[in-house]
């Protein structure tokens, strides 16, 4: 993408940047370092980029889903629980990282979540209005409460019974809930307003940051990307976040990643991986690394000044951008897993199939299906009926296999599976969850696209099937 990369300079700010990448013609492509434009700044920083604190949590939710499968069935269930509960509501301990660490070559950084920033939690940033999608009514925080009490007493973070694959579940519901609700509700919606955070005051007294530079930096640290992500192509970042790319992460030579700029998390993970697979005429990374590159210029060339209504329309602009496309990234998934579900159903009805390899597949392609259609819905926009379709489509609970599925939960947090569907019929269901996508948000990427079966298979099970039956 960039013919001539440079290095131009080694600044050290609020956050570790080491390298500006520029375009030929001089242009900074990097996200940060940032001069320092706060007027009556007297500290002896120059670098005005801040986001640590939300690596942090991109950190302790890796962390968290690797401590989602280190349940033995019940007799650590306590002590699961509660280092589960460390990651999700904060410690005063230092907390090692658990992911992402080194592999092979690939050698990061930091080893403590305090060498990122320190007393950082994801509940207090959880997205906590009403969650449909799950049984009993709950709200956001108290969906993922109950999923942390259900994965500390599961077998390696699976519930065969009920078809839930733990770790699955809540790392894909929390990218919406904490990353996705963050950006786009808050740092990104009222936090550009003109009377909250000036782009004339600092952020905090003290801080060589302005308030809108900070609040759009918090925004775009959520996002998960890498600095230099504007230099790199969808398969480097790709590589990136599975560490298998060193060359491409560490852009200043240093031998280590630094999780703070070199590293890309789970959002910007998933827009990598959609734009370099399905139909590959996606460009859903780089479109919203632009826009945030393009809002944080905008911010710093008003020099500490006070944004003009149209220099904040201009920001909305770019932030309506981010939102839009992240929404597609996550219906991206949706529309992913509901095929890699559909195909999985397919192959436990071959005649000589493992079916016991081929449904732990299932239930884990199933929780991240359900838990990316719960991230679609801990956004700003109120999907309304789409919601509540793709909810009915999706269900509480896969099918299992002997076809029954959870249809509620009891007051002590244990499922009940009320209801039964053949194979068959809920198959019809994933595919109207893919044909959901498409009509509702325009998915282009459409990886795993199984929608050229829906005809005939509509037509096999008869236009008024009873997918339900008691």
Do not use: C
Request: proline share 2%.
């Amino acid at each position: 993408m960039l013919k001539n990369i440079l290095k131009y300079s080694t600044i050290m700010g609020a956050l570790v940047l080491p390298i500006s990448l520029v375009h030929a013609g001089g242009h900074s492509t990097s996200y940060g370092p940032f001069p320092v434009t706060l007027q009556g700044y007297s500290g002896d920083k120059d670098n005005s980029v801040s986001y640590s604190g939300q690596v942090a949590r991109h950190v302790l939710h890796d962390s968290l889903k690797v401590l989602a499968g280190r349940g033995d069935g019940g007799a650590n269930s306590a002590t699961l629980k509660a280092e589960m509960l460390s990651y999700f509501s904060g410690s005063d301990k230092n907390k090692a990282i658990l992911a992402p660490v080194t592999k092979g070559a690939f050698v990061i950084k930091q080893g403590t979540l305090n060498e990122i920033s320190s007393g950082k939690n994801i509940e207090g940033k959880f997205y906590n209005g009403a969650m449909m999608a799950w049984p009993g009514s709950m709200k956001g925080r108290e969906v993922a409460l109950h999923m942390i009490d259900r994965a500390s007493i599961a077998n390696k973070g699976v519930d065969a019974e009920n078809g839930y694959n733990w770790p699955q579940l809540i790392s894909k519901f929390t990218m919406g809930a904490m990353a996705y609700s963050q950006a786009v509700d808050n740092y990104l919606d009222e936090k550009l307003e003109a009377n909250t955070k000036p782009n004339n005051k600092p952020y905090k007294d003290g801080k060589p940051y302005t308030g809108k530079e900070h609040v759009w930096d918090e925004g775009f640290g959520y996002f998960g990307a890498a600095a230099h992500t504007l230099s790199l192509t969808a398969d480097q970042a790709y590589g990136i976040a599975k560490r298998k790319d060193m060359a491409s992460a560490d852009v200043n030579g240093d031998g280590v990643v630094d999780l703070k700029s070199e590293m890309v998390f789970g959002p910007a993970y998933y827009a990598a991986a959609f734009d370099r697979s399905g139909t590959k005429s996606t460009s859903y990374l780089q479109t919203i690394m632009q826009a945030y590159f393009d809002g944080r210029q905008l911010i710093t060339s008003a020099k500490g000044a006070v944004l003009t209504n149209a220099q904040r329309s201009s920001l909305k602009a770019h932030a309506s951008t981010i939102e839009s496309k992240w929404e597609q990234v996550l219906a991206e998934a949706v529309f992913k897993y509901a095929g890699s579900a559909y195909k999985d159903i397919n192959k436990m009805q071959e005649d000589d199939a493992d079916v016991a390899k081929e449904y732990k597949g299932y239930v884990k392609h199933w929780g991240e299906l359900k838990g990316f259609s719960m991230a679609l819905q801990s956004g700003r926009n109120n999907l309304g009926e789409t919601a509540g379709t793709m909810n009915d489509l999706i269900l509480f609970g896969p099918v299992t296999l002997d076809n029954s599925y959870v249809t509620d939960v009891t007051s002590s947090g244990d499922f009940k599976r009320e209801k039964r569907m053949t194979w068959n019929d809920y198959q019809l269901q994933l595919l109207k969850v893919q044909q959901l996508m498409v009509d509702k948000f325009s998915v282009a990427s459409r990886v795993n696209d199984q929608l050229a079966d829906l005809g005939a298979l509509a037509e096999m099970l008869g236009d008024q099937s009873n997918a339900e039956t008691d």
